[in-house]
């Protein structure tokens, strides 16, 4: 099993955000109440006192918040929409796969080398690049994914911290934000990873053994009824061990944060023993998707370099997918090389060899290629056409509908994305990445107080409230702002300073 190349570590959030979900589950920071939690109840168990629903998800989402800020978080549409889906299919296989919380899933990729996954309070999942890039098939992938909705739906988390009344969980909350803040100030970062483990700065949420084998049964279920190869999770987590076994110096971090035994594996194999065999034929997007991920886990020129070479070496030897992700790979290499004609070319051949494979479905991963060699070319009434055909027949991809704003702008049609993109911002009210590229949109029309507006909304559901108001303060002074944007602005502008003095404690008005 080949690792990337570039080993970096994990940006200071994300180092913050690893220490502070260790807090949680540490045992020499947890009262001695709270030790009494890590003892789980059986499947669907729980005695009511453990941290609400409702409040698992605002931890999740105060940290989903810090880290959408971080350089580290993968910001892809594509491998986003791929990673959603792909857990959508687990989620959707099996009768309360969500658990009894009912929670709302939501994938995400870190930008990181190493071999991990990791489950934060809420329903909000992280997959490492590496982890992605070391899943041999979908149905390993699948496992370590499955085997982390097991940790959500049973609610782990809340019943590590449990037994304790919601009022003295308000301090353990606090403690998490406080971490999650913690990047703009490096003392209290090293305050928070100071206790419990040496190791905090490179862990995530660690489970107790109960916990594991409980993940691992509702991951084996999930699994089963998707469809996928049971036997994956067999070999993936093997495939762990071993490493581990012969790499003593460097663990991978998924066995740290995952304790893996013979005698885990062995009850994994127990039950999988009468499960019925099946083959699964892994799709393009999955050898597409871990082809993207390569290229943009170190996007840096060296990095660039790398992937080329490695695609060059695959698309000699591997097998036809592996051909065609290489192809892929190398197309992406050459994007970001500004090299739009070598771009086409490598496209080109992956649409002829799949035109040779009739029973090939069309991708929506490479829609979105097909979209950005386009508009690389300078060929923008094409690639509104395909990215109008991509919508028609993927409607809920957020990236080929992030694509179609791009289409439309780049063929001077500024009204129509404009009014593409409000009625986007209506339907996906909590997208950031929606608000941004409308801001550009009315930048392009040359409406610099609505631009302004509209980015402050971007700052604002990107948790960076100081630039959010700095934003309306620059469209107050716009040459175009209307009576009715003033009052727009002095409305928000007070929700938002009422905002910054509860999350800052600070009484200051900021005009």
Do not use: C
């Amino acid at each position: 099993m080949s690792l990337p190349v570039r080993h970096r570590l994990l940006s200071p959030l994300l180092r913050a955000v690893a220490a502070a979900t260790l807090l949680l589950s540490s045992p020499a920071l947890l009262s001695p109440t709270l030790l009494h939690a890590q003892a789980l109840p059986s499947i669907g168990g729980g005695d009511g006192e453990e941290l609400s629903p409702l409040m698992e998800r605002r931890i999740g989402e105060q940290a989903m918040t810090n880290i959408r800020r971080d350089p580290d978080y993968l910001d892809d549409l594509v491998i986003l929409d791929f990673l959603n889906q792909f857990g959508g299919t687990l989620l959707s296989s099996t009768p309360n796969a969500r658990g009894d919380a009912g929670y709302d899933f939501f994938f995400f990729a870190v930008r990181d080398p190493s071999l991990n996954a990791f489950a934060l309070p809420g329903g909000f999942i992280g997959v490492h690049t590496g982890l992605l890039l070391a899943s041999q098939t979908e149905s390993e992938l699948a496992s370590v994914m499955a085997h982390e909705i097991g940790h959500v739906s049973q609610r782990h988390i809340a019943r590590m911290i449990g037994n304790q009344k919601q009022d003295a969980l308000l301090p353990l909350a606090g403690l998490l934000l406080a971490a999650l803040a913690a990047r703009t100030s490096p003392d209290l970062a090293a305050a928070a990873m100071m206790g419990g483990t040496g190791l905090a700065a490179q862990r995530q949420l660690s489970f107790g053994r109960d916990a594991e084998r409980e993940a691992d049964r509702v991951g084996v279920a999930l699994l089963n009824d998707a469809g996928f190869e049971v036997n994956g999770m067999v070999s993936f987590f093997g495939r762990l061990q071993a490493v581990g076994r012969n790499r003593t110096d460097n663990v991978p971090s998924y066995l740290r944060t995952h304790p893996l035994t013979t005698e885990r594996i062995a009850d994994i194999e127990a039950r999988i023993r009468n499960m019925p065999y099946r083959q699964r034929v892994d799709s393009l997007d999955f050898a597409f998707v871990k082809a993207r991920a390569r290229v943009l886990q170190n996007d840096s020129a060296q990095g660039l370099r790398d992937a080329a070479a490695y695609f060059e070496d695959l698309s000699r030897q591997g097998a036809r997918s592996q051909v065609l992700g290489a192809r892929y790979g190398l197309a992406m290499v050459a994007l970001r090389q500004r090299d739009a004609a070598r771009a086409k070319t490598l496209v080109d051949a992956i649409h002829a060899e799949m035109a040779r494979q009739p029973a090939l479905p069309i991708s929506p991963v490479m829609k979105s290629m097909d979209i950005d060699v386009l508009l690389a070319g300078g060929e923008a009434a094409k690639a509104l056409d395909v990215s109008q055909e991509g919508r028609n027949r993927f409607p809920l991809s957020r990236a080929l509908t992030m694509r179609h704003a791009d289409a439309l702008l780049a063929a001077g049609r500024k009204d129509d994305a404009v009014a593409f993109l409000r009625d986007q911002s209506q339907i996906y009210r909590t997208d950031a990445g929606v608000q941004r590229a409308l801001a550009r949109a009315y930048a392009e029309q040359g409406k610099q107080a609505l631009q302004h507006m509209t980015l402050a909304e971007h700052y604002a559901l990107m948790g960076a409230l100081p630039a959010a108001l700095e934003q309306l303060r620059i469209a107050r002074g716009a040459a175009d702002a209307t009576f009715y944007d003033q009052a727009v602005i002095d409305a928000r502008e007070r929700e938002l300073q009422a905002s910054w003095r509860e999350i800052s404690g600070k009484g200051n008005n900021r005009r």
